[in-house]
């Protein structure tokens, strides 16, 4: 199958909002993949090649100038090819060889597939076609029950792997997909709520109210003496974090799978920088445990010596949690008193945690699921930030102003001249279509210069951003990115000068 058509079908996902529009082109470009294609098709529609780290990164991609093909010519196995080739450059001469590859990847592809191609591999392709979505499209598309398949992927783990089996399998071997210790299960998620109190009146009656950890998640697995770590995304991290494995092997249970968070403490035995925790999963590795030692904590339990819980109430669960897991249990409580859950709250940020998440006790684990059973309530942190450029948008969004490049003053100069601006980050979250509208008349009447992808202005725009914290960040001078921005509104009441400090988000890292 050519590129061309997986490229169309998200330009047509892209400008729609309808859901059965989406599902309706993603499913007709899916029938036309040929078995071998349809996992790395799955990768580039949910912007996650199955070849994971490719070593390319926005600077990359920004520093090419190539002729793009004028006609379409690429399929979507030699796009996977060259991602391999990407993926797999290592050692000496490595640099050079990622360099040739992409080159060779630009000028195949023609323009509109170059865009879809970079964005992929930034992961940032935004067309609309959310796991969900893309469920039903692979369900519509195979002709299967849309139930099966979404259960079926949330068990395996593996959405490109489902849907190879449900567009060239049976229904019987879709149907037998279950849970399987040792595999990664996709997790379930949250909602959001302003407080505790208004958890508990969405939830209607008692809830468990635990500890929300700033901590990177876990799901565990153990057979026997066999343990294996995953993340969040279901990266095999195992080999990273001994000290999770040994406390896992100590635990009573001999076949379990538990949902959870980990951490990493200071002296004081106060929570260290989430960024802290992060680094054991990326550069760092088993020779740092003696510097940065993480501790598990579970608040969910999925099978145990042989039974699986998925679809046991909550409650159920953490009874048999208990039982499991000891003191590596999440800190928590069951009650139906709202005064009570919000002194729980409370003790939680006074711990040095990020709030608490409140759970219905009669829901099950709705794997890969973000519904109203768990809701997580945590503050708010808005910062007032200065726009430095803006980004052209894609699909819905092209033709205007979107990703908005974020500042906080520098009055000291520390990273530049003094009175100066430092970037932090980049959003394009929380923008209605009016903000969009005004900001794409407005931001062109302050302009400086442009590049090929975005316009840049004077440092004058002042717009708050909510976050829910800062990390660490090589990227920026500053050394500190914004988590998880969003827009609250522009700010035409202060000026640039009033903006929030690089001081004020780096003393973030230490609070």
């Given at each position: 199958m050519l590129l061309h058509e997986l490229v169309t079908a998200t330009d047509a996902v892209a400008s729609t909002s309808s859901r059965l529009a989406k599902v309706a082109a993603l499913s007709d470009a899916l029938r036309l993949l040929g078995p071998d294609e349809v996992g790395p098709a799955i990768g580039f529609l949910t912007a996650s090649p199955r070849q994971g780290r490719l070593g390319v990164g926005w600077r990359s991609l920004s520093n090419l100038a190539v002729t793009h093909a004028d006609e379409p010519t690429l399929t979507v196995g030699d796009v996977d090819a060259a991602l391999d080739r990407l993926a797999g450059a290592e050692g000496t001469g490595s640099v050079a060889a990622r360099a040739a590859a992409l080159d060779a990847l630009a000028r195949a592809a023609t323009a509109d597939e170059w865009d879809f191609l970079a964005r992929v591999m930034l992961g940032e392709l935004r067309t609309g076609a959310l796991e969900g979505v893309l469920l039903d499209a692979v369900a519509k598309a195979s002709d299967r029950d849309a139930a099966t398949v979404r259960r079926a992927a949330m068990l395996s783990g593996d959405?490109?792997?489902?849907?190879?089996?449900?567009?060239?399998?049976?229904?019987e071997e879709l149907a037998a997909i279950g849970l399987e210790v040792g595999r990664g299960v996709l997790p379930m998620l949250a909602s959001t709520a302003g407080s505790a109190t208004e958890a508990l009146e969405t939830l209607g009656g008692a809830a468990s109210v635990e500890y929300k950890l700033d901590g990177a998640r876990i799901q565990v697995h153990r057979d026997g003496e066999h343990v294996r770590v995953f993340t969040r995304s279901l990266a095999d991290i195992t080999h990273r974090v001994p000290e999770i494995v040994e406390a896992v092997r100590e635990l009573p249970a001999d076949r379990v799978i538990l949902d959870g968070e980990t951490l990493s403490l200071d002296e004081d035995g106060g929570p260290r920088p989430f960024q802290d925790t992060m680094a054991r999963f990326g550069s760092l590795g088993a020779d740092d445990a003696a510097t940065v030692v993480l501790r598990p904590w579970f608040f969910d339990i999925l099978h145990l010596d042989g039974r699986d819980l998925i679809d046991e109430p909550l409650s159920t669960r953490l009874a048999l949690l208990d039982s499991a897991?000891?003191?590596?249990?999440?800190?928590?409580?069951?009650?139906?008193?709202?005064?009570?859950?919000e002194e729980f709250s409370r003790e939680a940020l006074?711990?040095?945690?990020?709030?608490?998440?409140?759970?219905?006790?009669?829901?099950?684990?709705?794997?890969?699921?973000?519904?109203?059973?768990?809701?997580?309530v945590k503050p708010?942190?808005?910062?007032?930030?200065?726009?430095?450029?803006?980004?052209?948008?894609?699909?819905?969004?092209?033709?205007?102003?979107?990703?908005?490049?974020?500042?906080?003053?520098?009055?000291?100069?520390?990273?530049?001249?003094?009175?100066?601006?430092?970037?932090?980050?980049?959003?394009?979250?929380?923008?209605?279509?009016?903000?969009?509208?005004?900001?794409?008349?407005?931001?062109?009447?302050?302009?400086?210069?442009?590049?090929?992808?975005?316009?840049?202005?004077?440092?004058?725009?002042?717009?708050?951003?909510?976050?829910?914290?800062?990390?660490?960040?090589?990227?920026?001078?500053?050394g500190v990115a914004l988590r998880f921005a969003r827009v609250k509104g522009y700010r035409p009441d202060k000026r640039a000068d009033e903006a929030d400090t690089i001081d004020t988000l780096r003393a973030l890292l230490r609070g």
């Open positions: 959405l490109g792997a489902t849907a190879r089996i449900a567009l060239t399998g049976t229904p897991v000891g003191d590596a249990r999440m800190p928590g409580i069951v009650t139906e008193d709202a005064t009570r859950a006074a711990a040095g945690h990020e709030g608490v998440m409140v759970k219905a006790l009669d829901a099950p684990y709705a794997a890969g699921r973000r519904g109203k059973s768990w809701l997580k708010v942190l808005t910062y007032d930030l200065v726009v430095l450029a803006v980004e052209w948008g894609s699909g819905r969004r092209t033709g205007q102003l979107s990703n908005l490049h974020l500042a906080a003053l520098d009055p000291e100069g520390a990273f530049g001249e003094p009175g100066g601006f430092v970037m932090v980050g980049k959003t394009f979250k929380g923008l209605t279509d009016a903000t969009l509208r005004w900001q794409t008349e407005y931001f062109p009447t302050i302009e400086t210069h442009r590049s090929s992808y975005a316009v840049h202005v004077r440092p004058e725009t002042v717009v708050e951003i909510a976050i829910d914290g800062v990390q660490r960040s090589t990227r920026y001078p500053g």
